[in-house]
């Protein structure tokens, strides 16, 4: 099992309230990710992060913002939760030496916006 | 730009036949390719990857993949599928410019008794 951790593991929030998505890990990765996942299964790089204090928009528009104050933190922060929201969130890292180092994933947080 | 397709949504294959789950892609240069399985309710799992060297790559699980430049595929393989097998699985590269992993649209593997 990997050592990256995501907090809560299910969330259902009202329309309109700000959430935060943590994501951890102890491997000391430079490199995370962010990935929302359709309910049909297809994965999208929302964010992602070289390092402290580095973060990048991914491949599909978001309306969720990211930090990286520390390395093991990447939380993911919504300021105000719409039913459009409602997806799976998936939290990934990976070595940054050399590009062809495998990702680890955390179990994933599934939120349903009301 | 980068990027890998897996034509099939679902495979379905009985329980010790032989599986196979497609993947073909499309990079400039040298590619790192990577097969993760997904079950439910669950992370993505890394399975194997490609970097270089032999063509046919072992993972976890039995699991192995071709590479097969020629036919720019990457096909994950099982000599004998097992019914906890089912699940879905998804092929990436990734990008070396960006060293962002893209993935693939996921195949749904069924695996019946």
């Known amino acids: 099992e990997a050592d990256i951790y995501q907090t809560p593991r299910y969330l259902v929030i009202g329309t309109g309230k700000k959430i935060t998505l943590e994501c951890s890990q102890t491997m000391g990765h430079d490199k995370m990710y962010w990935y929302q996942q359709d309910p049909g299964m297809e994965l999208h790089l929302i964010h992602y992060?070289?390092?402290?204090?580095?973060?990048e928009k991914g491949d599909l528009s978001s309306e969720s913002t990211v930090s990286r104050i520390r390395t093991e933190h990447f939380p993911l922060t919504l300021e105000s939760a719409r039913p459009s929201h409602t997806s799976q969130y998936l939290c990934?890292?990976?070595?940054?030496?050399?590009?062809?180092?495998?990702?680890?994933f955390g179990q994933g947080t599934r939120l349903t916006v009301v | 730009a980068q990027s890998v397709a897996q034509p099939e949504d679902q495979v379905n294959v009985a329980e010790g036949n032989p599986l196979t789950v497609k993947c073909t892609y499309s990079?400039?240069?040298?590619?790192?390719l990577f097969w993760y399985v997904q079950y439910p309710n669950r992370g993505l799992q890394f399975l194997l990857k490609?970097?270089?060297?032999?063509?046919l790559v072992k993972g976890s699980y039995g699991f192995e993949a071709e590479f097969n430049k020629s036919q720019t595929s990457f096909h994950l393989k099982k000599p004998s599928a097992l019914v906890s097998d089912s699940a879905l699985y998804f092929c990436a590269v990734r990008d070396r410019g960006t060293d962002k992993l893209i993935f693939g649209t996921g195949t749904r593997l069924q695996v019946f008794p």
């Open positions: 490609y970097i270089t060297g032999d063509n």
């Open positions: 992060s070289y390092g402290v204090n580095s973060t």
């Open positions: 990079v400039s240069g040298n590619p790192y």
């Open positions: 990934a890292s990976s070595e940054s030496q050399g590009d062809h180092a495998e990702a680890f």
